[in-house]
């Protein structure tokens, strides 16, 4: 997402407090786009479901989208990094023409191996065959995007990606309100997925324009995932290592089930996720200034590599590359700080708010500070990621995941005041590695550097 950091860069140059608001809401939109437009979408419905559905389906369909979106996350994971990879590779050859043939191959794996494992998991649920179709539709099509968003950041188009994650919103919303009247449940899922639809089909409309080929199929792309199985493993570590604890609390024993298989915590879901946004201010800033600050020094400091200028040439720009570093980590700091000290200081009137009950306040406030260090973990990990640390990050995931999911499961085995200990914990213990491998790979960067340069 740099290319695109930079496009928006260029509207805080204008000078207008306007222009730099809509390059923020850009920004904060493009970083956070499917997530937040579905936690909005699934609010927006739940204030009119007294009028479409009955309790028990808004549930359904409210747990159906929770389920497609982790579970799509998890799943695309495997892809999404080393088609990042590859992307980049083939753009710093030259070879723009690779896209959207890699776009395609991917596209055909996620479609052909994920529906029989979603219709598989789907049809374990006491839901209609329709009901059912139409979630294993919504799922490959979540994937679909989750693959998209990789492939569109090369256009640097953030207005497309903007309209059309809004665009898709409101007809998900007006779709789903509309067709539930005369078709009960499965109108709310068909009106919900029409509009995901539009968002995944807007997009790939976007990238043909950008990369027309002729070509549909890259036999090359798969060396990728021989040569860079970290990346694979990665993605799918790190993300089911943020919905961890989700499902151990949907398996908790004081969980509660709509229907079979479907569960939900009410206690824990409701903070975790309001939590959750209180970090989209800092995604938005990470895409806008610290990670196109970063990568400027970062792409000087190994040209004058490159370049076999002086030792102490390259060691000055290495200081200005720590320095940016440092920079951006208290910007982050100062500025998701003050918003989760604020949030936990107005947690009461923000739990009401949510019509979320008191006894909810306090998991809110540890799932605060948990989103807090959460946020400055995958900060690291993408810094991490720019020294090609593959194994490092792919450490620091599996600790996550670990610790996530045994912090969360000894939690579930004590008092409700205990909740979004686990959560917390583990993030704090993430970043304490992540960040100790990113220290010591700074302070010796040159001999990684150097050593890792071939012989002869």
């Given at each position: 997402?740099?290319?695109?950091?930079?496009?928006?860069?260029?509207?805080?140059?204008?000078?207008?407090?306007?222009?730099?608001?809509?390059?923020?809401?850009?920004?904060?939109?493009?970083?956070?786009?499917?997530?937040?437009?579905?936690?909005?979408?699934?609010?927006?419905?739940?204030?009119?479901?007294?009028?479409?559905?009955?309790?028990?389906?808004?549930?359904?369909?409210?747990?159906?989208?929770?389920?497609?979106?982790?579970?799509?996350?998890?799943?695309?994971?495997?892809?999404?990094?080393?088609?990042?990879?590859?992307?980049?590779?083939?753009?710093?050859?030259?070879?723009?023409?690779?896209?959207?043939?890699?776009?395609?191959?991917?596209?055909?794996?996620?479609?052909?191996?994920?529906?029989?494992?979603?219709?598989?998991?789907?049809?374990?649920?006491?839901?209609?065959?329709?009901?059912?179709?139409?979630?294993?539709?919504?799922?490959?099509?979540?994937?679909?995007?989750?693959?998209?968003?990789?492939?569109?950041?090369?256009?640097?188009?953030?207005?497309?990606?903007?309209?059309?994650?809004?665009?898709?919103?409101?007809?998900?919303?007006?779709?789903?309100?509309?067709?539930?009247?005369?078709?009960?449940?499965?109108?709310?899922?068909?009106?919900?997925?029409?509009?995901?639809?539009?968002?995944?089909?807007?997009?790939?409309?976007?990238?043909?324009?950008?990369?027309?080929?002729?070509?549909?199929?890259?036999?090359?792309?798969?060396?990728?995932?021989?040569?860079?199985?970290?990346?694979?493993?990665?993605?799918?570590?790190?993300?089911?290592?943020?919905?961890?604890?989700?499902?151990?609390?949907?398996?908790?024993?004081?969980?509660?089930?709509?229907?079979?298989?479907?569960?939900?915590?009410?206690?824990?879901?409701?903070?975790?996720?309001?939590?959750?946004?209180?970090?989209?201010?800092?995604?938005?800033?990470?895409?806008?200034?610290?990670?196109?600050?970063?990568?400027?020094?970062?792409?000087?400091?190994?040209?004058?590599?490159?370049?076999?200028?002086?030792?102490?040439?390259?060691?000055?720009?290495?200081?200005?590359?720590?320095?940016?570093?440092?920079?951006?980590?208290?910007?982050?700091?100062?500025?998701?700080?003050?918003?989760?000290?604020?949030?936990?200081?107005?947690?009461?009137?923000?739990?009401?708010?949510?019509?979320?009950?008191?006894?909810?306040i306090p998991i809110y406030r540890v799932a605060l500070v948990g989103?807090?260090?959460?946020?400055?973990?995958?900060?690291?990990?993408?810094?991490?990621?720019?020294?090609?640390?593959?194994?490092?990050?792919?450490?620091?995931?599996?600790?996550?995941?670990?610790?996530?999911?045994?912090?969360?499961?000894?939690?579930?085995?004590?008092?409700?005041?205990?909740?979004?200990?686990?959560?917390?914990?583990?993030?704090?213990?993430?970043?304490?590695?992540?960040y100790w491998i990113l220290d010591w790979n700074i302070r010796n960067?040159?001999?990684?550097?150097?050593?890792?340069?071939?012989?002869?």
């Amino acid at each position: 997402m740099a290319g695109i950091g930079f496009e928006l860069r260029r509207i805080l140059g204008k000078g207008s407090y306007l222009d730099e608001l809509g390059a923020y809401l850009y920004a904060a939109l493009i970083s956070s786009g499917p997530w937040l437009m579905s936690i909005f979408t699934l609010s927006v419905l739940g204030l009119f479901r007294e009028r479409t559905l009955s309790n028990i389906d808004h549930e359904i369909f409210r747990s159906t989208i929770i389920y497609t979106y982790a579970f799509s996350l998890v799943y695309v994971g495997f892809f999404q990094l080393v088609a990042t990879r590859y992307l980049a590779d083939e753009f710093y050859l030259g070879n723009l023409e690779s896209s959207m043939r890699a776009f395609w191959t991917t596209s055909a794996v996620v479609l052909v191996t994920g529906t029989p494992l979603a219709a598989f998991a789907y049809w374990q649920f006491e839901i209609s065959a329709i009901y059912t179709l139409l979630a294993v539709m919504l799922f490959i099509v979540v994937c679909l995007i989750w693959l998209a968003m990789i492939f569109i950041s090369a256009v640097k188009d953030y207005i497309h990606i903007v309209i059309a994650f809004a665009a898709g919103t409101f007809i998900s919303i007006g779709g789903a309100l509309l067709l539930s009247r005369n078709l009960g449940a499965e109108g709310h899922m068909l009106g919900y997925l029409a509009g995901q639809a539009v968002i995944f089909f807007w997009l790939v409309a976007r990238l043909i324009a950008e990369f027309p080929t002729s070509s549909i199929w890259d036999a090359r792309l798969f060396t990728y995932f021989r040569k860079y199985w970290e990346l694979a493993l990665v993605g799918v570590i790190y993300n089911l290592a943020i919905w961890i604890d989700k499902i151990v609390f949907w398996l908790a024993p004081d969980a509660r089930t709509i229907v079979p298989h479907f569960r939900t915590h009410d206690f824990y879901e409701g903070p975790i996720f309001f939590a959750y946004l209180t970090i989209v201010p800092t995604l938005a800033i990470f895409l806008m200034k610290v990670e196109t600050s970063f990568y400027d020094h970062y792409r000087l400091y190994y040209a004058k590599i490159m370049d076999n200028l002086p030792l102490g040439t390259i060691l000055e720009e290495k200081d200005r590359l720590v320095e940016s570093l440092h920079a951006s980590l208290r910007e982050i700091l100062i500025i998701q700080g003050a918003i989760t000290c604020l949030c936990i200081a107005f947690a009461p009137e923000i739990i009401a708010l949510a019509q979320m009950t008191p006894i909810q306040i306090p998991i809110y406030r540890v799932a605060l500070v948990g989103a807090f260090l959460q946020v400055l973990l995958s900060v690291v990990i993408i810094i991490l990621f720019y020294f090609d640390l593959r194994r490092d990050v792919l450490i620091v995931s599996a600790l996550f995941l670990v610790t996530n999911g045994i912090f969360s499961w000894l939690s579930t085995r004590m008092d409700v005041a205990f909740y979004g200990y686990g959560y917390c914990y583990s993030c704090f213990t993430a970043l304490l590695a992540a960040y100790w491998i990113l220290d010591w790979n700074i302070r010796n960067l040159e001999y990684i550097t150097f050593a890792r340069q071939p012989i002869g």
